[in-house]
């Protein structure tokens, strides 16, 4: 049966942008915003897809030229999600823009040379609309990421930070030889010499804030990165009537990459919905930590102990896992619930060198190990490293896991065995 009444145009950009990749997000949600609101250049900013913050549409003159510090600056003026209409630098350039902000993602969207007058209110709805879901879409999109996505968001944002730190090297070694010749007593004209001094030194501050705010995008505070876990399962813990308590990491836990913060949170809401989906669960824990090269998650139920290790569901986020070389492990206790423990590396792991290579141990689990041979204790261990006791239980459980061992006697002698001393 027809339905000539219906907005078909908008019906179909809307499912366009359901289903576009990605790669393609911005090219559609151009062509969706195109018949209500005019503009020359259409970019994204979003610091959910770290190896790819901008997505763009448009004019290739701005689409080129637009940089993250343009954006970033923009973002800054807003106090909410807008709409905001003025005039901003964007690619090197004073220019009229119309720019909305997405409240729970922080994401930007920014049109170029919007139009003026009636036209400018009448398309204002839709296109507010339109990003609205395209910036849900854009966190979907990135929470179910295959993993051959997060591998190249982790290479794309490694290159971008090398770029910029050689980039910094060289116009900060410039910037500093120019102030060093105009400091000289030879230049006799002082007002020219203060002058170019003055400006010199701002363009140095502005390289550094520029470094060190790529820097930031890359990287995320492992505190900020619970936090943002903890908005994410709000709605669960407030409708489902499940209690999920959170034991937050360290305040001064090293910064996460980006695409291990996302992946880390994707893991944690998978396990929560798959616990939550068994029957008699009334209390779900997860809890992070960081010891320095690794982020440790524990989420553990008070369920049954029905979990299944080969559930399709659990399947799923162990490839996750398995993308970011990690490991993910169950422990299963019938009638206690489950208890699920994940190492996510923050940097490419590296295999011990000598006999005990074969264990795949990650390098603070072989750190762990040569203390436990040394005859050191927790507390000892864990003040050694810089970690937690707690930390130090973790490693040292995944240790007796991987060396197929009851206790720590055993775990020394087959060391011992294995030429570890």
Same mark, same amino acid.
């Not at 209409?85 to 922080?106: D, M, V, Y």
């Not at 659990?314 to 423990?341: E, H, K, N, S, Y």
């Given at each position: 049966?027809?339905?000539?009444?219906?907005?078909?145009?908008?019906?179909?950009?809307?499912?366009?942008?359901?289903?576009?990749?990605?790669?393609?997000?911005?090219?559609?949600?151009?062509?969706?915003?195109?018949?209500?609101?005019?503009?020359?250049?259409?970019?994204?900013?979003?610091?959910?897809?770290?190896? $790819?913050?901008?997505?763009? #549409?448009?004019?290739? =003159?701005?689409? *080129?030229?637009?940089?993250? @510090?343009? &954006?970033? +600056? %923009? /973002?800054?003026?807003?106090?909410?999600?807008?709409?905001?209409?003025?005039?901003?630098?964007?690619?090197?350039?004073?220019?009229?823009?119309?720019?909305?902000?997405?409240?729970?993602?922080?994401?930007?969207?920014?049109?170029?040379?919007?139009?003026?007058?009636?036209?400018?209110?009448?398309?204002?709805?839709?296109?507010?609309?339109?990003?609205?879901?395209?910036?849900?879409?854009?966190?979907?999109?990135?929470?179910?990421?295959?993993?051959?996505?997060?591998?190249?968001?982790?290479?794309?944002?490694?290159? $971008?930070?090398?770029?910029? #730190?050689?980039?910094? =090297?060289?116009? *900060?070694?410039?910037?500093? @030889?120019? &102030?060093? +010749? %105009? /400091?000289?007593?030879?230049?006799?004209?002082?007002?020219?010499?203060?002058?170019?001094?003055?400006?010199?030194?701002?363009?140095?501050?502005?390289?550094?804030?520029?470094?060190?705010?790529?820097?930031?995008?890359?990287?995320?505070?492992?505190?900020?990165?619970?936090?943002?876990?903890?908005?994410?399962?709000?709605?669960?813990?407030?409708?489902?009537?499940?209690?999920?308590?959170?034991?937050?990491?360290?305040?001064?836990?090293?910064?996460?990459?980006?695409?291990?913060?996302?992946?880390?949170?994707?893991?944690?809401?998978?396990?929560?919905?798959?616990?939550?989906?068994?029957?008699?669960?009334?209390?779900?824990?997860?809890?992070?930590?960081?010891?320095?090269?690794?982020?440790?998650?524990?989420?553990?139920?008070?369920?049954?102990?029905?979990?299944?290790?080969?559930?399709?569901?659990?399947?799923?986020?162990?490839?996750?896992?398995?993308?970011?070389?990690?490991?993910?492990?169950?422990?299963?206790?019938?009638?206690?619930?489950?208890?699920?423990?994940?190492?996510?590396?923050?940097?490419?792991?590296?295999?011990?060198?000598?006999?005990?290579?074969?264990?795949?141990?990650?390098?603070?689990?072989?750190?762990?190990?040569?203390?436990?041979?040394?005859?050191?204790?927790?507390?000892?261990?864990?003040?050694?490293?810089?970690?937690?006791?707690?930390?130090?239980?973790?490693?040292?459980?995944?240790?007796?896991?991987?060396?197929?061992?009851?206790?720590?006697?055993?775990?020394?002698?087959?060391?011992?065995?294995?030429?570890?001393?």
């Amino acid at each position: 049966m027809p339905f000539p009444d219906l907005p078909w145009p908008l019906l179909q950009s809307v499912a366009a942008l359901a289903d576009a990749p990605l790669a393609q997000i911005a090219e559609r949600l151009r062509e969706a915003t195109l018949p209500y609101m005019a503009s020359s250049a259409l970019v994204i900013f979003t610091e959910d897809c770290t190896g $790819r913050p901008q997505k763009k #549409a448009g004019d290739e =003159d701005i689409i *080129s030229r637009v940089s993250i @510090t343009e &954006l970033d +600056a %923009l /973002r800054a003026t807003l106090k909410d999600e807008g709409p905001w209409f003025g005039e901003a630098e964007l690619a090197g350039q004073i220019r009229p823009a119309l720019a909305l902000k997405h409240a729970s993602s922080n994401a930007l969207l920014v049109l170029t040379d919007p139009p003026a007058g009636p036209e400018r209110s009448e398309g204002l709805e839709l296109v507010t609309y339109l990003w609205r879901l395209t910036a849900r879409r854009i966190r979907e999109k990135v929470a179910d990421a295959p993993p051959s996505y997060l591998l190249e968001s982790r290479a794309a944002s490694a290159e $971008r930070l090398r770029v910029t #730190a050689e980039l910094t =090297d060289l116009h *900060s070694t410039t910037l500093e @030889t120019l &102030l060093a +010749a %105009l /400091r000289s007593s030879s230049l006799d004209d002082a007002a020219a010499r203060a002058t170019v001094t003055d400006l010199t030194a701002k363009a140095l501050i502005g390289l550094r804030t520029l470094s060190d705010r790529t820097t930031d995008l890359v990287k995320e505070p492992v505190a900020k990165a619970f936090e943002r876990l903890r908005e994410d399962l709000r709605p669960l813990t407030r409708y489902s009537g499940i209690e999920i308590e959170f034991i937050e990491p360290p305040l001064n836990g090293r910064a996460l990459p980006g695409e291990v913060a996302h992946a880390a949170r994707a893991i944690v809401r998978g396990l929560v919905l798959t616990m939550t989906e068994q029957p008699d669960v009334s209390r779900v824990r997860t809890q992070w930590d960081c010891d320095g090269e690794n982020l440790l998650i524990n989420v553990r139920d008070d369920g049954r102990g029905a979990l299944k290790a080969d559930a399709p569901s659990i399947a799923r986020l162990d490839r996750r896992v398995q993308a970011l070389t990690g490991t993910l492990r169950i422990d299963v206790m019938p009638g206690w619930g489950a208890d699920v423990f994940v190492t996510l590396p923050l940097d490419l792991q590296t295999k011990p060198a000598g006999d005990v290579a074969g264990w795949d141990l990650a390098a603070r689990e072989l750190e762990v190990l040569e203390h436990l041979v040394a005859g050191h204790r927790n507390r000892t261990i864990a003040s050694t490293l810089g970690i937690s006791e707690n930390t130090v239980k973790f490693h040292v459980r995944n240790l007796f896991k991987k060396l197929d061992v009851g206790s720590r006697t055993e775990a020394i002698a087959l060391a011992h065995s294995h030429g570890l001393r």
